[in-house]
């Protein structure tokens, strides 16, 4: 994370954009437009309000999840209060799920835990922002449910046999969160260092917190 | 009765996650942060449910559009329906927004 190269994948190095960022069809374009603008006509939203949750949305993602996941690898007592009152334990990192709940599962040598929704894309977007494409796909929300070890396969993630998976299928009203395992080896590492191990598809359940050596692999 | 949405334990294909990690574009994150502001607790225009019935109500259709598209009709239509405005006023809109943004395009 703290290498020269640490910038977004739509930029080269001369910081010129990789990719012009596209604009959907005319049809779409003016209807968000048209939208828009009778929102903040209408007093029900102004343009800074906009920018303000373009700006909250994108602060969001792995590196928040991570502070809370490596709080629970590190203080048992967060860990417990994270697990059985997950919405009250974010909150200690500004987080605020209302109006939905959170629930947070835990990954051990027995079971994996991952999180899907069948029917839409709902996601524990205070914590991780905006859920990747695949997550919003049909491929991944039908298959999660009925083969789901085939599906982490597919993330390179290889269960034992004898692993128990739990798939979480979310709502409009609970979201899901995997407290991933924390990797062997790293008893002397420092918040920091752990953080950096932490990934959003960790999180989500489709793999697990790898060491860098094993990531490598 | 199984909806158009209701994917859960369908045959489907590949993953692909390298291939679908898409960077969501500024548009796409201007659709979203104004699902987000109807939804937000000083607002609360519009719940999650609601949007979710919003796009289910595209039928057949809700395969045709990009995801943030759905999005954007679900506010379009729940602001209807909550008469945050009507449909008069969306359509007069509508007709000035499409002449600034053909003229915008034929300038380039």
Known sequence: MSNDHDHGPTHTHDGKLIQEDELPSIEAQILETSVRELLIEKGVVSGEDIRRAIEAMDSRGESLGAKIVVRAWTDPKYKDRLLNNSDDAVREFGINMSPMELCVVENTDEVHNMVVCTLCSCYPRPILGIPPAWYKRRDYRARAVREPRAVLQEFGTDLPDGKQVRVHDSNADLRYLVLPKRPEGTEDWTVEQLEALVTRDSMIGVSDVRLPSEADA | ?108
């Not at chain 2, 909550?82 to 000035?96: I, M, N, R, Y």
């Open chain 2, 1 to 108: 009765m199984r909806g158009p949405q209701d994917y859960g334990g369908l045959p489907a294909g590949p993953i692909n996650p390298v291939k679908h990690e898409h960077v969501p574009t500024h548009w796409e994150k201007t659709v979203d942060a104004l699902m987000m502001l109807i939804f937000d607790q000083r607002r609360q225009l519009a719940r999650v449910d609601e949007s979710r019935r919003m796009q289910e109500a595209f039928g057949e259709d809700y395969h045709k559009y990009p995801y943030y598209e759905r999005w954007l009709q679900a506010v379009s239509w729940l602001m209807l329906e909550k008469s945050v405005f009507t449909q008069e006023e969306l359509d007069a809109k509508q007709v000035e927004v499409r002449a600034r943004l053909e003229a915008e395009r034929d300038e380039k």
